[in-house]
């Protein structure tokens, strides 16, 4: 059996490949942009599910009426305009990742597409659960910390001054916090516009997503040889440093959704340990069965 049996009959010239690379590009454009339209007729709807987690926050924290503003006319078409396009390319992934396999897939052969596909699958599928995890734990801790912060310090800022005013044996010491707060201070209230609300929720989902990518970038590192799961197993603890300082860079500045990050891609870091070993250990048997492995030990005890 030749070479040319495990490939795909694909030698075409130059001009027929720049044909089917336009063709390919008019299909994934064309389905994006059927999606994009698609998406903007219900992007109120998408609007309002990735608000929930700051109005579900604000709730929590007293509000019975949570209002978000904009402050200019465009603003509120252009915010929907920018989820209908991201909602569009999400919606018209598929179709998108199935031309590029259809231009990329000629030139590849039988194992390589068998050893390709998988990632091409398990990519998108870590990158909804990054988001996922995202909307449904990141966002509404972030926002619970920083809507309950500005809410902490107006009312330490308001109480402060009618307390330092007022004598040791005043009776405006004793008198209740909301008294205290009418008395004196300014009331802090927060007036969030929509387009930055949702960029800290859309920031924070491809942040999640990109995170969870981890497990795919390490295998497919190791498929080609470039790391070792021996080499990952002996940076353990550089690997958690690097994540705490991932987690420090793309999470809000509190301790617990650092953690919650952390403690959700570590384990991916070892899932790729795991999957790298199998690796290692189909390449192994493989290479042993042609009578082409080298031990080693072997050559340690040689040297």
Known sequence: ????????????????????????LIWAVSAFIIAMVLCFLVADPILGFLLTP???????????NPVMQYTAPQEYFFTL?????VAGLAVSFPVIAYQMWRFVAPGLYRNE????????IASPVLFILGAVFSHYIVTPLAMTFFLGFADA???????????????ISDATVVTPLAEAVQSKGIDIVFQGKVNETLDISLKLMIAFGLCFQLPVLLTLMGKAGLVTS????????????LILLVAALVTPPDVMSQLI??????????VSIFLIRRIEKKREAELRAQGLWEDPEDDDLQA
């Open 113 to 120: 597409k068998a050893a390709f596909l998988p990632f091409l």
């Open 261 to 270: 990050l952390f403690f959700a891609v570590y384990p991916l870091y070892e």
């Open 230 to 241: 021996a080499g990952l197993a002996g940076t353990r603890k550089y690997a958690m440093v």
């Open 153 to 167: 310090s107006s009312i330490v800022s308001a109480l402060l001054p009618a307390i330092s005013d007022a004598p």
């Open 54 to 64: 700051i109005e579900d926050a604000m709730r929590n924290l007293g509000n019975p």
């Open 81 to 85: 305009v920018h989820i209908s396009v």
């Open 1 to 24: 059996m030749t070479k040319t049996d495990d490939i795909d009959d694909s030698s075409a010239p130059l001009i027929e490949h720049l044909a089917e690379l336009r063709n390919r």
